[in-house]
């Protein structure tokens, strides 16, 4: 099962794609998440990508296209795979049609009101790669409080960021629609319950 996570900045597609990588046994696919890892290897794709990144801006689509081409050969992609924040442009989206089948795209829906709050307040673990927020989801454990920001977490890239997902990545949405895989979910609830609507929705 292919499947696509959509939805704005801070939505909680990092969140939800950890819990349902676990249920479906297939692995998340992040551009963000590689392209960080570039980054922290100081590869010279990353010191490139870091650029765009860190001003909230979108990363040019024949780089994370080439990305996402290679990490699909890999052999653990074979019973599908869940897209995190890939595709998000229309250009990106008519790439992947050429190179793979998506069997559904979940679209979280998150007012825009919301999303500085949530971005701003949100940590992830040095250990885990879990995903926290100060306020509304801390860490239980003293073991999981090394805590790190991300560096586009500010809220000037942040603004940006929505900016630029309502301008470039919306219309992702629209083409998705038209081919009719695509399920709208609230993303303002609880994680548990919306992990709970997805695995539902994917279980179908
Ligand atoms: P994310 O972790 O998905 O929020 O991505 C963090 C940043 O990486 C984005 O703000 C972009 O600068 C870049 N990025 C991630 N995925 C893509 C993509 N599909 N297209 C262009 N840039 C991306």
Do not use: W
């Not at 050429?98 to 919301?114: C, G, H, Q, R, Y």
């Amino acid at each position: 099962m292919n499947i696509i996570l959509f939805g704005p900045p801070g939505a909680g597609k990092g969140t939800q794609a950890k819990e349902l990588i676990t249920k479906f046994g297939i692995p998340q696919i992040s551009t963000g998440d590689i392209l960080r890892e570039a980054i922290a290897n100081k590869t010279k794709l990353g010191l490139e990508a870091k650029k765009y990144m860190d001003a909230g801006n979108l990363v040019p689509d024949e780089v994370v296209v080439g990305l996402v081409e290679e990490r699909l050969k890999n052999k653990d992609c074979e019973n599908g795979y869940i897209l995190d924040g890939f595709p998000r442009t229309v250009v990106q989206a008519e790439a992947l049609d050429k190179i793979a089948n998506i069997d559904k795209v979940i679209a979280l829906d998150v007012p825009a009101s919301e999303i500085v709050e949530r971005i701003t307040g949100r940590r992830t673990s040095r250990k885990t790669g879990k995903i926290y927020h100060i306020k509304y989801n801390p860490p239980v454990s003293e073991n999981e409080e090394d805590l790190i920001q991300r560096d586009d977490d500010t809220e000037v890239a942040v603004i940006k960021r929505l900016e630029n997902y309502e301008k470039q990545t919306l219309p992702v949405l629209e083409y998705y629609k038209e081919k009719n895989k695509t399920t709208i979910v609230n993303g303002s609830r609880k994680p548990e319950e919306i992990t709970k609507e997805l695995i539902e929705i994917l279980g179908k």
